[in-house]
């Protein structure tokens, strides 16, 4: 399994306008040698779209490990590192998926090259407010570059079980759909906890409230991952008495007991 393509590992691509390739890592038509051409789907698009969703299974595996190394939310982070590990599987799968058409997981097709232009960019996003923003954005910046990501992620693994129907080959019909079904099904878990979460958490910090109840499979972040200073405007929007005098943990603790919180 590769998360990164490189010459060492064999990476190949299309020569398009001004890219210049090796001329033994060059590939004219991906699809022209693979089980695609006889799967009533266009081989050589089948094969570039294969690439580009893989690339960003890839660039998703290494967004998922860097937000889970930066939050400060131990929730947060076991469902960052859960995630991720299941995005490092959906790498597996879909390589084995293109390898059992006779494709070549090395290849990078030019939409798989925008689309890791498009990873690079999200990734880089979580950084551009750190050291100039309060913890609680700098946490919605990572969880919306999660949410952006899985939007993507969902939406290619609805396309490729919708086309998995259409191939008439019935061994790689069958091959599409063990493959896309349970990885569907993990997808849309991510795309679904990462917008609940998103919405507590803003929600949280709007009321100084936390509306998710035990058991609901929904999580927010708790009071302890806000700053002394938003702890303490939350206080006075809710007229604590003593706020000024009051340590972090002690705000905490007053904001958690007048809004029924988890500290």
């Known amino acids: 399994m590769t998360t990164v393509v490189t010459n060492d590992t064999g990476g190949t691509a299309k020569p398009i306008g001004v890219l210049y390739i090796e001329p033994d890592r060059q590939v004219l038509d991906a699809g022209s040698s693979t089980a695609l051409l006889g799967s009533g789907l266009e081989p050589a698009f089948m094969a570039d779209l294969l690439s580009a969703c893989l690339a960003h299974e890839r660039c998703g595996a290494h967004l998922y490990r860097s937000v889970a190394t930066r939050t400060a939310s131990e929730q947060l982070r076991e469902r960052y590192e859960h995630f991720g590990t299941e995005t490092v599987d959906h790498i597996r799968l879909l390589e084995q998926l293109i390898a059992n058409a006779n494709g070549d997981t090395q290849y990078v097709s030019p939409s798989a090259r925008a689309t890791e232009k498009a990873g690079t960019a999200l990734l880089e996003s979580t950084f ?103 702890l303490y405007a939350t206080a006075q929007d809710l007229e604590i008495g003593g706020r000024s005098q009051m340590t972090k943990d002690e705000l905490v603790e007053a904001v958690a007991h007048k809004t029924g919180a988890r500290p």
């Open 128 to 230: 551009l407010v750190s050291g100039s923003a309060d913890m609680a954005t700098a946490e919605l910046a990572m969880l919306e570059a999660v949410i952006l990501a899985e939007a993507k992620d969902r939406a290619n693994w609805q396309l490729l079980a919708e086309l998995g129907a259409q191939v008439t080959d019935p061994r790689l019909r069958e091959q599409f759909e063990s493959v896309t079904g349970p990885v569907l099904a993990q997808e849309e878990e991510h795309f679904e906890w990462a917008c609940n979460t998103r919405s507590d958490m803003l929600f949280a910090l709007a009321t100084g409230t936390d509306t998710a109840t035990e058991g609901d499979g929904r999580e927010v972040i708790d009071l302890t991952t806000m700053t002394r200073d938003e």
